[in-house]
């Protein structure tokens, strides 16, 4: 009878485990168990597996080994999050999508799919013509333009239906009260793919070379469409409501309208844009950055992406278990902001001391300023949003986001190639990691007046227990 009991005070105990020491943990429910919920998120996965290929290796790959000007590059890798602001409209568009099978956000999801599988299976073969590499060199130059900036496009243009019609999903199938922490563990689970295919991608380049540049973009392509066919089966339900000719209720323009009628909604806007902006202006410079003016190898400077997106989950993480306490969720993002100014310090001063700690050290507390910010403006945004828009309130959240990351490193490439022009490279970088600061400090000001005063903390004594 007592080893009956023991065993079951211990497997309760080790139950309670879950809850307490992995994030999100707790987002499951009877109806969407964490095994589904766990398959549903492998599309974020392709995601973050995708944007290590954008921002991480191959602006790598473009700068330094296929020596094309990094303006050019910053251009390249900003083109898809340029187109961003189809997000919102995504949302809306797979809120209200009429067939005749009963689906709502699975033929966004599969269409997103097929257009990432297109455009990375094509993209290895346009930037060896873009650089004008072996028997391409013969090619007009606009061949190779027209044809990277074509995949890259059509990986920007995938990724966002996918992302935005699969988070709808996901919230879709969660109770109402778990969808925050869904959406969290959606979030979570990009990360974790960022650095699992950041690992992947350091080892596999380890030894440069087109033709195994072309084996690895095309396995990524191969990858993206299995991990989001696995995602999707048998998860959304069909329902016979949906059939072509039903009437919408609002459109798009009526949606948005209501939905801007919000409190401080453009000046919350406002605060997501800058912040976004001055964590993302470095993310195509990072690693040019670290083989350039440090000499760190292909290998090395991708495994900085897996400690960026390390930094992220550890943001991510705390700023959960912190909000879920109650704290204001515009707070914590200003603490993200705090925390952006020394890394990007912690990165200006890696050349002067020529220290690849330092610079690993900057780009961790880039990822975890970066998690607090993210996480604390989409609680945020969620908070506010009435019932009805929350799905259109994710569209505009990440709309605005993508949008200023992409003009964010558009700005960051030109800024730094402006620079070094007169000057030299390592003044070029330092100049646009300097305006990230300036960043910082206006996003501290956006959302001074939208955060709550904080609570004083009451301590009991043993005289009023």
């Known amino acids: 009878m007592n080893k009956t009991k023991s065993r079951s005070s211990w497997a309760n105990s080790l139950a309670s485990l879950g809850p307490r020491f992995m994030p999100f943990a707790?987002?499951?429910s009877d109806d969407l168990p964490l095994s589904r919920l766990l398959r549903l998120s492998l599309f974020q996965i392709s995601v973050g597996m995708a944007m290590v290929m954008l921002v991480g290796t191959l602006n790598r790959v473009m700068i330094v080994e296929l020596k094309v000007p990094a303006t050019l590059v910053s251009f390249m890798v900003a083109l898809p999050l340029l187109m961003a602001p189809l997000r919102a409209l995504i949302g809306f568009r797979s809120d209200n999508h009429r067939s005749q099978l009963g689906w709502r956000r699975v033929p966004y999801i599969w269409m997103g799919s097929l257009l990432q599988f297109g455009g990375f299976s094509i993209m290895p073969f346009a930037l060896l013509v873009l650089s004008g590499a072996g028997q391409s060199s013969q090619a007009p130059a606009w061949v190779g333009l027209?044809?990277?900036a074509g995949a890259f496009v059509l990986v920007g243009i995938g990724m966002h239906t996918v992302q935005t019609a699969g988070l709808a999903l996901a919230t879709d199938l969660a109770p109402p009260e778990s969808q925050p922490k869904v959406v969290g563990l959606m979030y979570v689970m990009q990360l974790l793919g960022m650095i699992g295919s950041a690992l992947m991608l350091g080892h596999l380049l380890r030894d440069y070379s087109p033709g195994q540049l072309i084996r690895v973009v095309q396995a990524v392509a191969v990858m993206t469409l299995v991990l989001n066919v696995v995602a999707l089966w048998k998860q959304?339900?069909?329902s016979r409501t949906r059939k072509p000719g039903?009437?919408?209720?609002?459109?798009?323009?009526?949606?948005?309208?209501?939905?801007?009628?919000?409190?401080?909604?453009?000046r919350r806007l406002l605060a997501v844009g800058l912040g976004t902006m001055a964590f993302t202006m470095e993310d195509v410079l990072l690693e040019p950055y670290g083989g350039e003016i440090l000499n760190l190898s292909v290998s090395t400077t991708t495994l900085l992406t897996a400690t960026l997106a390390l930094g992220g989950l550890i943001g991510f993480a705390w700023a959960s278990r912190v909000l879920s306490q109650g704290q204001d969720a515009y707070r914590m993002a200003s603490w993200g902001a705090w925390v952006g100014v020394p890394a990007f310090v912690c990165v200006i001063a890696s050349a002067p001391m020529d220290s690849p700690v330092l610079f690993a050290m900057g780009i961790f507390l880039i990822g975890l300023g970066g998690g607090l910010f993210a996480h604390g403006t989409l609680t945020a945004t969620m908070q506010m949003a009435p019932p009805e828009q929350v799905g259109l309130a994710m569209g505009a959240w990440g709309a605005v986001q993508a949008t200023a990351a992409g003009l964010g490193m558009a700005a960051g490439g030109l800024v730094r190639d402006g620079v070094a022009l007169?000057?030299?490279?390592?003044?070029?970088?330092?100049?646009?990691?300097?305006?990230?600061?300036?960043?910082?400090?206006?996003?501290?000001?956006?959302?001074?007046?939208?955060?709550?005063?904080?609570?004083?903390s009451v301590r009991t004594t043993p005289n009023s227990a």
């Open 146 to 148: 027209v044809g990277a």
């Open 26 to 28: 707790d987002a499951a």
């Open 422 to 456: 007169g000057s030299s490279s390592v003044l070029g970088y330092s100049a646009v990691y300097g305006l990230e600061i300036v960043l910082l400090a206006l996003t501290l000001w956006a959302m001074a007046p939208m955060m709550r005063p904080a609570r004083p």
């Open 236 to 238: 959304e339900p069909r």
């Open 246 to 266: 039903t009437p919408l209720e609002h459109s798009f323009g009526q949606a948005w309208q209501l939905f801007c009628q919000g409190p401080n909604t453009v």
